[in-house]
């Protein structure tokens, strides 16, 4: 079943203008993570927040996490071209490091 | 480095046959491996996971089988094909941080 609902589901935004995508999700967590899937590739992992943290960043990435509300939220800074993809938030419940995917948010990225 | 591959990459495949699909991780040792399906436009469902040689855990009833014969091999396998069954198919594998590392998938169609 999916734990994670992505919100929106589709997102068209101009190059250099930010994004932000939203992820919540149902039960206790061990960590969130967010995953990023170009059509019809594989998943690369993008970024990790465990649930005793509240911010997290890496280059145009920044993620947040608000375990009281079962969110969080993916911001991509300064968007390219190149960050037209699917994106998927994925929530570990610690057991044997299981990931629950969510539905997915596209975004495109126009020049 | 940590590489993982699968194949084969698509495969066309009559209602009925048998399946299988293989996937390799180079440059580790003992890692949790886990199968994917993804429905067309849809998020990821795990299928099975493994946490050790002969060690296999299924997540959903289904028409699917798992074996992991070495410890850097997973197969998924089918006797007889539904068309249900059709998707891509992502192999991924962790060791200890959480992250979870993905193959290039292998897109099935079954007609």
């Known amino acids: 079943s999916q734990q994670g609902e992505e919100d929106p589901q589709a997102l068209s935004i101009q190059e250099g203008e930010n994004a932000t995508m939203n992820c919540s999700y149902k039960t206790s967590i061990n960590n969130l993570q967010w995953y990023r899937q170009n059509s019809g590739r594989g998943l690369v992992h993008l970024i990790l927040i465990r649930s005793n943290e509240r911010e997290k960043h890496s280059g145009r990435l920044r993620v947040t996490l608000d375990t009281s509300k079962k969110s969080s939220s993916l911001l991509i800074t300064a968007s390219r071209a190149a960050d037209t993809a699917s994106y998927f938030c994925?929530?570990?419940?610690?057991?044997?490091?299981?990931?629950?995917f969510g539905t997915g948010t596209r975004l495109q990225v126009t020049l | 480095s940590q590489t993982i591959h699968q194949w084969p990459a698509t495969l066309v495949q009559p209602v009925g046959s048998p399946l299988s699909l293989e996937c390799t991780v180079e440059?580790?040792?003992?890692?949790?491996l886990y199968w994917y399906r993804q429905a067309a436009g849809r998020g990821l469902q795990l299928l099975f996971y493994?946490?050790?040689?002969?060690?296999i855990s299924s997540e959903v009833p289904q028409n699917l089988s798992a074996s992991r014969p070495q410890d850097r091999q997973f197969i998924l396998s089918s006797k007889k094909l539904l068309l249900s069954d059709s998707g891509f198919y992502l192999c991924a594998w962790t060791w200890d941080l959480g992250e979870q590392f993905f193959g290039p998938g292998t897109r099935l169609t079954v007609l």
């Open positions: 493994s946490v050790g040689i002969g060690q």
């Open positions: 994925a929530t570990d419940t610690g057991t044997a490091s299981k990931l629950t």
């Open positions: 440059g580790t040792s003992n890692p949790n």
